[in-house]
């Protein structure tokens, strides 16, 4: 049988790795962390385009058929029925994806920036005797000034996603978009996760909020970044002070274009009552 195919994106430390926990519970559904598939993605199109000398023997059909082969491939010896790839990539080549996969949805999720970077440097100093490869070198690590704006840049953890997911929110390919707001996710799981299923017109399922399995500490482990995607058992809102100073918590507060849906097709879960 077919896979049907979605995906999950957003921003970095914004709950897709919580999303894919409880979405992994339902036996229809793969869900993981970020997968190697965005990668080979980009490097067969890539490979594929005008800088290959033989680029002319590739008919239009034919790139189609090997990109949309690369998924088929990867995913092959999955039992499940529908598939959730995850990648902050996805936002950034929304018209691509979309044309191979075009009742693919995508779930998009979102946290206030500021508390995405205290979540980062909080990582960082609780790893603080394994040198993080977020960063390059010193010079961009030395002060928690240097790491956030280190990370900000449009090329780097947080900068890029956020300008992919930037675009994808005021493209045309928007209506294929939902975002998910981490703290609605976390404080509320009972009443997000039905309208995520909703937007998916798939059948709902019963999950179990407080009994989550995932973690990747390897992957952890290679980056420097213990924790990075371990998953608390029970789904919860854990308030805590920053560690940001005010200056720089101020600063990146107040990025939430998100939640001015003007200009936008995007469905977005707000925290009012409302249908997706």
């Given at each position: 049988m077919p896979k049907t195919f979605h995906f999950i994106s957003g921003l970095p430390r914004s709950g897709s790795t919580l999303l894919a926990?409880?979405?992994?519970?339902?036996?229809?559904?793969?869900?993981?962390?970020?997968?190697?598939?965005?990668?080979?993605f980009t490097s067969l199109h890539t490979t594929m385009g005008l800088g290959n000398e033989f680029s002319e023997f590739i008919e239009d059909k034919q790139r189609e058929r090997m990109l949309r082969g690369i998924f088929n491939l990867f995913y092959q010896d999955h039992p499940h029925e529908v598939i959730f790839d995850t990648n902050r990539l996805w936002c950034a080549i929304l018209p691509l994806l979309l044309r191979l996969f075009p009742e693919a949805k995508i779930l998009c999720t979102v946290r206030n920036v500021a508390w995405?970077?205290?979540?980062?440097?909080?990582?960082?100093?609780?790893?603080?005797?394994?040198?993080?490869?977020?960063?390059?070198?010193?010079?961009?690590?030395?002060?928690?000034?240097?790491?956030?704006?280190?990370?900000?840049?449009?090329?780097?953890?947080?900068?890029?996603?956020?300008?992919?997911?930037?675009?994808?929110?005021?493209?045309?390919?928007?209506?294929?978009?939902?975002?998910?707001?981490?703290?609605?996710?976390?404080?509320?799981?009972?009443?997000?996760?039905?309208?995520?299923?909703?937007?998916?017109?798939?059948?709902?399922?019963?999950?179990?909020?407080?009994?989550?399995?995932?973690?990747?500490?390897?992957?952890d482990a290679r980056l420097g970044m213990h924790g990075l995607h371990e998953i608390k058992r029970k789904v919860a809102l854990r308030p805590r002070a920053t560690l940001l100073p005010p200056d720089l918590f101020k600063q990146y507060s107040q990025l939430d274009f998100?939640?001015?849906g003007e200009g936008s097709l995007a469905s977005v879960i707000n925290p009012q009552p409302a249908a997706v």
């Open positions: 926990a409880i979405l992994r519970q339902n036996p229809r559904i793969h869900a993981a962390m970020t997968s190697p598939v965005g990668t080979l995405i970077m205290d979540s980062i440097e909080r990582l960082v100093r609780k790893n603080s005797l394994s040198p993080s490869r977020l960063f390059n070198n010193g010079a961009e690590s030395d002060t928690i000034y240097h790491r956030v704006e280190t990370l900000a840049q449009r090329d780097r953890m947080v900068g890029f996603p956020f300008y992919a997911l930037k675009e994808a929110f005021y493209s045309p390919e928007a209506r294929n978009l939902l975002i998910i707001d981490y703290d609605l996710l976390a404080q509320a799981p009972e009443k997000v996760i039905p309208l995520v299923y909703q937007f998916l017109n798939e059948t709902p399922f019963d999950h179990d909020f407080e009994n989550l399995d995932y973690q990747e500490p390897s992957f998100w939640k001015n």
